[in-house]
Structure formats: structure tokens, C-alpha cells
């Protein structure tokens, strides 16, 4: 059995001080790892990095929409604490925050994606043009301006798009614990709007929707490459 590997980059501390920036949180870390032969070898690899020193470990569980969250022995949600995770491969990035009491940030999601997605091949229908907008797809030279990175950008503003909708997963949760009607929305319906923005559609799109309903003003992403991969963290910020 392989046992997940622990990735060293300099890219990872350095995203990490940025998304501490623009969420005004102190408590915030991003980690990666590589080489485990299952999700749950990965995961318990991170539970046992996020908790070094406590007494209980906890265990990382899904709510109804999949999202990530970390468990109590007790089977208590450890809602003191911000956690999202993704993979692409045999790579998991993981980043989780422990908001102050100041603190704006009400929700955490990352995302990795492999620029190879977006890369042109002969049959292949193109991917940037399916699943980004076409203002988004104008924003790829402001991402990464190399033309030879134009699927790295594109993998980039994707990857914000899934963070974006990840970040909302905690407001949601807390949204549904006192209303009974549902919101709907999804990736498809988040846009980039800027470099560094996450939107709705518009003040009429579902995501937008969703988004003042939670009380969440705005999504800011901030991204990094690592490897051959877009890393992204969105941070769902509230008014």
C-alpha cells in the first residue's frame, strides 16, 4: 500500500499568504499530497496534519451536496473550522481556515486542474469554448500572459469557477438549518468577472441569487500553478 506523499513547493506558502490577505484570517494553511492509492488514505493523511497535537482526530465527512467537512469523534460537525478538498489524478490539495471573530470569510473552496484539460487535440472539441464564458475566456492572457500557458489560463479560470461554488457550501449549510425552500444553482452559473472576481450571471443569474441570499458580497480567487496544474482558492466573503 503506497503511502501518501507530502508535496514541498514554494507555490503552496505562497498562496496561502495571499488567500490569508484577502480573507483578513490568520488561521488559514494549503497542502497537497501525492502517490496514495484511495481517497480515504489521503484524507485521513490531512486529518492527521490539520489536527498534529489535539487529543481527538477527526474524520473528514460529505454533506448532501458532497461537501467536505470535518467530524467530531462525537459525530459533531467541527463548524469552528473551513475545509475543502480536491483531486485531479493522484494529487490532493486541501485547504482549511479557522476564521477570527473579525474575520469577513464565510466560506473556503479550492480546486486543481490540469492544464492537459484545455490543451488542443486533433478530434477533440475545444473545452474553453464549452465550459467558460467568453468574457471569461478574454480574461485568460490577463492570467497567465505566455501565449504557450493559454491552457494553463483557461484550466485557471476554470478551476476558479468549481472554487467558487465550493466556497459556498458552509453558507449553505447554515442557510438550510432555518429556511425550507431550496436554492439552486451550480458551477455553470458562476462567471468571472475580473482577474481576481468571482460573480453570479448577473444581478438575475441563479449563482447571484444565491449569493445574496447567503450574505455573501463577493467571491475573490486567488491561484497558483502547481506542477502541471491550475490551484485555486476562492473566499466567500460577506458584507
Known amino acids: ?53 489535539a487529543s481527538l482526530t477527526p474524520s473528514v465527512a460529505h454533506d448532501e451536496r458532497h461537501a467536505p467537512y470535518l467530524q467530531e469523534p462525537s459525530g459533531n460537525e467541527r463548524r469552528d473550522l473551513l475545509l475543502s478538498l480536491s483531486d485531479e489524478g493522484e494529487m490532493l490539495a486541501a485547504a482549511w481556515a479557522q476564521p477570527g471573530e473579525n474575520s469577513p470569510l464565510l466560506g473556503l473552496g479550492i480546486d486543481l486542474c490540469a492544464a492537459s484539460r484545455f490543451e488542443p487535440r486533433p478530434g477533440r472539441r475545444d473545452r474553453a469554448r464549452l465550459l467558460l464564458a467568453k468574457r471569461e475566456r478574454a480574461l485568460a492572457p490577463s492570467i497567465w500572459p505566455r501565449p504557450e500557458d493559454l491552457p494553463l489560463a483557461y484550466a485557471t479560470l476554470f478551476a476558479a469557477k468549481e472554487a467558487a461554488f465550493k466556497a459556498t457550501a458552509v453558507p449553505l449549510r447554515r442557510w438550510y438549518e432555518s429556511h425550507d425552500d431550496e436554492l439552486r444553482f451550480g458551477v ?45 482558492v476562492a473566499c466567500a466573503l460577506g458584507y
Do not use: K
Not at 499568504?17 to 488514505?41: K, M, P, Q, T, Y
Open 1 to 53: 500500500m503506497s503511502e501518501p506523499r507530502p508535496i514541498s513547493d514554494p507555490a503552496l506558502p505562497a498562496l496561502a499568504n495571499e488567500v490569508r490577505e484577502c480573507c483578513g484570517c490568520s488561521e488559514i494553511d494549503l497542502v497537497a499530497f501525492s502517490g496514495a492509492s484511495s481517497w480515504r488514505e489521503r484524507e485521513d493523511a490531512l486529518t492527521s496534519l490539520i489536527s498534529a497535537g
Open 188 to 232: 455553470r452559473h458562476f462567471v468571472m468577472e475580473g482577474p481576481l472576481v468571482e460573480r453570479g450571471t448577473g444581478r438575475d443569474g441563479a449563482a447571484q441569487r444565491a449569493l445574496d441570499a447567503l450574505g455573501i458580497a463577493r467571491i475573490e480567487v486567488r491561484y497558483a500553478q502547481l506542477d502541471e496544474m491550475a490551484l485555486v
